[in-house]
C-alpha cells in the first residue's frame, strides 16, 4: 500500500529552537493532517488543512498544505522537552474511499 | 469521557495460538479502523468499517480477521499468530464527516 514520505526521520534539537518537517507524496490528497505521538500513547490529532495552501497554526505549531496538493510541512517555534514524541502527517486521498494513507514519521528529540 | 479503549495494553503470546484485541468506543462513530505501527514504517491500515456489518480490507489484512457486529466494538482476530504479527496495534473511530480519527493508547504484541 502507498505510504508518505515524511523527514527527517528523527531528529535531536536544543530546547528553544524551530523545527521544521515535512511530508511529500507522488499522489493528491484532500485534506492532510499532523499528530503526535506521546511515547506510550496513541497519536492525537494536531492540526487539519483542508485546501491547497493553506496555512493553519496551533500555538506554537503552524502546518502548510502545500499549493499542488501533494506535500504538508510542520513547524515548531521555540521548543520544549514536551515537544518530544512522533509526528506523523496523513493525507486523505482524494478518489472515493476517503481513505487516510499515514507517513512513518519524526521522531523528535529535544535536549534541555 | 470520550475515547476509544482498547483491550489488552501488552500481550506476550505463542506462535499459533488464537487470540482477540477488543476495541471499544463510546462516542457513536460510524467509522472504525485497525492499523499496526512498525519501526520505520509509520502506520499501516489493517482493516476498517464504515458501519455495522460493514468492514474492508486495509494495505496490510493477511493473518487477521475483523468483525463489526456491534457499532461500538470492533475486535480484531488473530486465528494464529505468527512471529511477523509482533507490532504495536491501533484502534481508531471517526464520525463519517470528521477530519482524522481518534486513537486508543494501543496493544502492545509479541509473538514468539
Known amino acids: 500500500g502507498q505510504q508518505l514520505n515524511q523527514s527527517p526521520q528523527s531528529m535531536f534539537i536544543q530546547e528553544g529552537e524551530d523545527v521544521s518537517m515535512n511530508c511529500t507524496s507522488s499522489?493528491?490528497?484532500?485534506?492532510w493532517l499532523w499528530y503526535k505521538q506521546d511515547p506510550g500513547e496513541g497519536p492525537v490529532l494536531l492540526i487539519a488543512?483542508?485546501?491547497?495552501?493553506e496555512l493553519t497554526s496551533n500555538g506554537r505549531l503552524t502546518a502548510q498544505f502545500g499549493i499542488t496538493r501533494k506535500d504538508s510541512f510542520l513547524n515548531i517555534s521555540a521548543s520544549i522537552p514536551s515537544d518530544v514524541g512522533i509526528y506523523f502527517c496523513a493525507g486523505q486521498e482524494s478518489s472515493g474511499t476517503y481513505k487516510y494513507i499515514f507517513g512513518t514519521g519524526t521522531r523528535l528529540k529535544v535536549l534541555a | 469521557e470520550a475515547q476509544v479503549t482498547q483491550n489488552p495494553r501488552y500481550l506476550i503470546t505463542v506462535t499459533g495460538k488464537k487470540l482477540t484485541v477488543t476495541c471499544s468506543q463510546n462516542?457513536?462513530?460510524?467509522?472504525m479502523s485497525w492499523y499496526r505501527q512498525d519501526p520505520g514504517l509509520g502506520l499501516r491500515q489493517i482493516y476498517y468499517?464504515?458501519?455495522?456489518?460493514?468492514?474492508d480490507k486495509g494495505d496490510v489484512p493477511e493473518g487477521y480477521k475483523v468483525s463489526r457486529k456491534e457499532k461500538r466494538n470492533f475486535p480484531l482476530i488473530l486465528e494464529s499468530p505468527s512471529p511477523n504479527q509482533t507490532s504495536l496495534y491501533f484502534c481508531?473511530?471517526?464520525?463519517?464527516?470528521?477530519?482524522?480519527?481518534?486513537f486508543g493508547s494501543g496493544t502492545r504484541l509479541t509473538v514468539v
Open positions: 499522489s493528491i490528497f484532500n485534506t
Open positions: 468499517s464504515m458501519n455495522v456489518e460493514v468492514t
Open positions: 488543512l483542508y485546501k491547497a495552501g
Open positions: 481508531a473511530s471517526r464520525t463519517r464527516g470528521a477530519l482524522g480519527y481518534t
Open positions: 462516542m457513536n462513530h460510524e467509522y
